[in-house]
């Protein structure tokens, strides 16, 4: 391409990147320096034996840095760094992972990046090496991220850098949950400050309570698309001005208010310090809520009356609503928006309380809290839920937002979630299909007919791939097992020839884990077998969401019960890492909530990728994915009584597992693979495959809602 083509090195923050990569290079030995600047953008983590090259560099280092390659290279002992620099095959494939990356970011954007799409979230699940999630929603914005990379579409995300981001889980004896964050140091992630022309760091400021609470603008490559994270732990900030940007979620509103204006606010700002002129914003859940109200501040300091300047930005504006539960619908009372960001409001032209109208359902009831799902609906020119479902369960939520317009006429659309498919299709699988698909098939990923193929795959190498997937998760959960009451080690082993059954998630109380055990003697009596099955769970509760931790609790009260002891597993620390290998590792994948309260899930549709099944409820995703022949559902039940629910869904859970799912499983003739299991496997990857995946979503995101040419 002509030097003229922009790529993402268009963006600020480039050079700042490179010099970081040039410092970390000048400490390697002279054959390594290249593998500095491989590891200052993430595209490694999806490019085909990309984690590999670092891993191989040291794999004991590498676990130990968590996966993250600027810690390897910095950290690295120098005999490793001096052994793997005479290492001519890694060296050989080092060089081709450069060589990839390089063409890779040199290809043309798929439409003008003069004015890109703005991707707004509070959370990101990138790489489990840059812990800034809590759980489905930020990983699916990395995954959006991911794939806006590979389609080469101009996107750029806005997010917080927190310092104590994802914690990490530790369960004791007794089955409670505590929590430990390690405190993120932005130096040896593979970011960089943005600086400005006086090589000074760029900042913005929002006026939160009475006061100017800066930010520094740090950036994080992911592909084609710069990700860029704003920090209030800078020097010029009070201590408590510092603490915004301090946790993810943290459980102080206050606090939690001040970051969703740092983001929302504060993002646009830190777009127009980087000389970015938003396209579209897109605003990933209501945290982003405030970012249009930025941009309608900027007309009307040109002199636009409020109701005009909020239209154009409302015009320039989309938003994805994530969740129907509550607390994912968060409120604030006018004391204490005005207490945080009342000066902010100011700027506006209408004063706070013609803004706070605007995420009111009733405007005029001023007793009424805000809403940041309200304000987003209104100050934005499309919403979608994300999936049929849910999009279903919007329109119904939110009717009362546009009176006098039957449900179905409420102006909430869908775009039903995906995963991206080289992250989370596990190497054995995509070697599979590498082999069977035809070339370039990820290219092709959204298309029905590209997955025909499967049909003809042979049985045995399908089934292969599925035992060494199998045998690999029980490797690693052997020696990850929680040890229950006793804490001693070790947990029974997993047996790499049973069925092996996943149900990893947050423990929310919608998600229903206490479905598994409703009635411990059926379980033990199906896990027992013959032929039986073992369990492999993990979940992370919110810090504090008390009730999730009392199910949790619960639930592993039962794990040294004799009767389960020996096949049921707990993972701790459910994150990308542990996922990432359940996902890949699990026979049957269940999905068990509360009917209507999952807007999507996801981790099914990773699950499915690899050759898993899912059994699940009919919500979410699964309603609209589930057509008879690749998956289980459990029956809806015609009543809303959670109790009556409860029942009736463990009973149909149960039924499943023991009538159908082993059944199937175990039907073998002599010693190959289970005929009818391995149809439906290849039912399962035909029929979702080509929908559940990010670039179909993306390119509905492209056409439907951003509504680029
Ligand atoms: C995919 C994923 C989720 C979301 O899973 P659900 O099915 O939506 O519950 C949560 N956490 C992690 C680490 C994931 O990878």
Excluded at 29 to 57: I, K, Q, T
Excluded at 111 to 138: D, K, N, Q, T, W
Excluded at 644 to 667: K, M, R, S, T
Aim: hydrophobic share 40%.
């Amino acid at each position: 391409m002509t030097a003229a083509t922009p790529t993402a090195a268009t963006w600020k923050g480039q050079a700042d990147l490179e010099r970081a990569a040039r410092s970390l290079a000048s400490r390697l030995p002279p054959e390594l320096r290249g593998l500095a600047h491989v590891a200052y953008n993430y595209r490694w983590s999806w490019a085909p034996r990309g984690p590999e090259v670092f891993r191989d560099l040291d794999p004991e280092g590498w676990q130990a840095v968590g996966e993250n390659p600027v810690r390897l290279l910095l950290e690295a002992p120098p005999e490793s760094l001096r052994r793997a620099a005479g290492d001519r095959g890694l060296l050989e494939r080092a060089r081709a992972l450069e060589e990839t990356l390089r063409a890779d970011l040199a290809r043309p954007f798929a439409a003008s990046p003069a004015r890109p799409v703005i991707f707004l979230c509070a959370e990101y699940g990138v790489h489990p090496s840059l812990p800034l999630y809590s759980g489905g929603l930020g990983v699916l914005a990395g995954d959006v991220l991911k794939e806006a990379s590979d389609r080469a579409l101009p996107l750029v995300g806005v997010g917080l850098l927190y310092r104590e981001g994802t914690f990490h889980q530790r369960v004791d004896a007794s089955g409670s949950q505590r929590e430990e964050w390690f405190e993120v140091d932005p130096g040896r992630l593979p970011a960089a400050t943005v600086t400005g022309e006086d090589g000074r760091p760029l900042t913005v400021s929002v006026r939160l309570w009475g006061r100017e609470v800066r930010a520094r603008i740090w950036r994080v490559d992911v592909g084609r698309v710069p990700l860029y994270l704003l920090d209030a732990a800078v020097p010029e900030n009070a201590p408590e001005d510092r603490s915004v940007t301090a946790r993810l979620y943290t459980g102080d509103r206050r606090l939690r208010l001040a970051q969703y204006a740092l983001l929302g606010m504060g993002g646009v700002r830190a777009l127009r310090a980087l000389g970015i002129e938003p396209g579209v914003l897109h605003l990933n859940e209501g945290h982003a809520s405030f970012a249009p109200l930025e941009l309608a501040r900027e007309a009307v300091r040109r002199g636009r009356p409020f109701g005009e300047a909020l239209d154009q930005a409302r015009g320039r504006a989309v938003f994805t609503t994530h969740t129907p539960v509550p607390a994912g619908n968060e409120t604030y009372s006018s004391e204490e928006l005005r207490d945080v960001l009342g000066e902010e409001l100011e700027g506006l032209g209408v004063g706070p309380e013609g803004v706070f109208a605007l995420g009111r359902s009733g405007p005029e009831d001023r007793a009424e809290p805000v809403g940041l799902t309200v304000l987003g609906i209104r100050a934005t020119r499309a919403t979608n839920g994300v999936s049929r479902r849910h999009g279903q369960v919007a329109r119904r939520m939110w009717q009362h937002l546009f009176p006098g317009r039957p449900e179905e006429e409420v102006p909430i659309g869908e775009v039903t979630n995906g995963v991206h498919l080289p992250t989370w299709m596990a190497p054995p699988m995509r070697a599979l299909l590498d082999r069977h698909l035809g070339p370039e098939w990820t290219e092709r990923a959204a298309h029905p007919a590209t997955w025909e193929a499967v049909e003809a795959i042979p049985d045995e190498e399908l089934w292969a791939v599925r035992c060494e997937l199998r045998a690999e998760l029980v490797a690693f959960a052997r020696a990850r097992a929680w040890g229950g009451a006793a804490q001693a080690p070790p947990r029974p082993g997993l047996d790499p020839h049973l069925l092996t059954v996943g149900f990893a998630r947050r423990v929310a109380a919608y998600k229903r884990l206490h479905l598994l055990v409703h009635d411990p003697g059926r379980l033990a009596r199906l896990l027992a077998g013959p032929p039986g099955f073992q369990l492999v769970v993990a979940g992370k509760a919110h810090p504090s969401d008390e009730e999730a931790k009392g199910v949790l609790r619960r639930v592993l009260s039962l794990w040294d019960d004799p009767r389960l002891a020996g096949r049921v597993v707990f993972l701790e620390d459910y994150d990308l890492a542990v996922a990432r290998r359940l996902v890949a590792g699990c026979d049957l994948w269940l999905n068990l909530p509360r009917p209507p309260l999952e807007a999507s899930g996801t981790s099914g549709m990773k699950a499915a990728l690899n050759g898993a099944l899912n059994l699940s409820t009919l919500d979410g995703w699964w309603e609209e994915a589930y057509d008879g022949t690749n998956g289980w559902a459990v029956a809806a039940v015609g009543t809303s009584d959670p109790e009556a629910q409860d029942a009736h869904d463990a009973e149909g859970l149960y039924g499943l597992l023991g009538e159908e799912v082993l059944p199937l499983f175990h039907d073998r003739a002599g010693n190959g693979p289970p005929a009818g299991w391995v149809r439906r496997i290849k039912r399962s990857l035909a029929t979702l495959g080509p929908r559940y995946n990010a670039a179909r979503m993306l390119d509905e995101y492209r056409t439907r809602v951003y509504r680029l040419p």
